[in-house]
């Protein structure tokens, strides 16, 4: 059914624009997937939005303990409506939820923070596993409960006095790395026929005004096309 309403809701965008998502999606992952625990300033957490939609990752995750997740449009551009996002904002314990859960979904939870068992970007080994990256708030870094269930640690070499980077500028660092070494490698980092016929139907939906009444009426008729067809196949031969 999802190939059927792609197909449908095609007829509604620009063919430019069905083209477009196809080249996209080639380029798409979720073998790598970066996670943002408790991002205060709004157009942090927007930037980061958008270095994840530009070099390709396609899941991002948002734990909200104290700080609700809310979008810079002027930084963002849009972004927010091609990447899948899932927020964790209803659990007492928000950061383990959202973290056990991706472990339980085969991720490694690599903790983007300086810790006496980090390694540099460049030392690390995705070919061990799908990766989870996670950022933490801006003053307080990762929680006690992030550094306790990560599974690894990497930090980003700096050579000057300040030895520090902004949260945004930090996970564009190793997004553009980590998505760059991914793609070159022989690693099966590309979405499967279902995820992206599953992620091109969320996208003609954000491009397609009244896309709700639309999928609706599409559904409707092939539901009464269904039971048509039952009720033919029942009567009498002849």
Excluded at 132 to 147: K, Q
Excluded at 159 to 182: D, K, P, R
């Amino acid at each position: 059914m999802t190939g059927k309403l792609v197909e449908h809701l095609q007829q509604f965008v620009t063919e430019r624009r069905a083209r477009q998502f196809d080249i996209k999606l080639k380029s798409r992952t979720r073998y790598l997937t970066v996670v943002l625990e408790d991002i205060y300033q709004p157009h942090n957490a927007s930037a980061v939005l958008r270095s994840c939609e530009c070099f390709g990752i396609q899941d991002v995750h948002i734990i909200e303990n104290k700080n609700p997740f809310r979008v810079s449009p002027d930084i963002a551009l849009g972004s927010q409506k091609w990447l899948t996002i899932q927020r964790y904002n209803t659990h007492p314990h928000n950061t383990s939820q959202a973290l056990e859960s991706l472990k339980k979904r085969g991720f490694r939870i690599v903790a983007a923070s300086p810790h006496r068992k980090d390694q540099l970007i460049e030392e690390f080994d995705l070919e061990a596993g799908k990766t989870a990256l996670i950022f933490g708030s801006e003053l307080e870094g990762l929680s006690h409960t992030a550094h306790e269930i990560a599974d690894e640690f990497i930090r980003v070499p700096m050579v000057g006095f300040t030895e520090s980077l902004n949260i945004s500028v930090s996970a564009a660092i190793c997004i553009h790395f980590l998505a760059s070494v991914l793609r070159k490698s022989d690693l099966p980092w590309q979405l499967s026929r279902e995820e992206q016929l599953e992620v091109k139907l969320y996208w003609l939906k954000n491009s397609i005004k009244n896309s709700e009444m639309i999928e609706r009426a599409f559904l409707e008729d092939e539901r009464n096309r269904e039971d048509q067809s039952v009720r033919n196949s029942r009567l009498p031969p002849g």
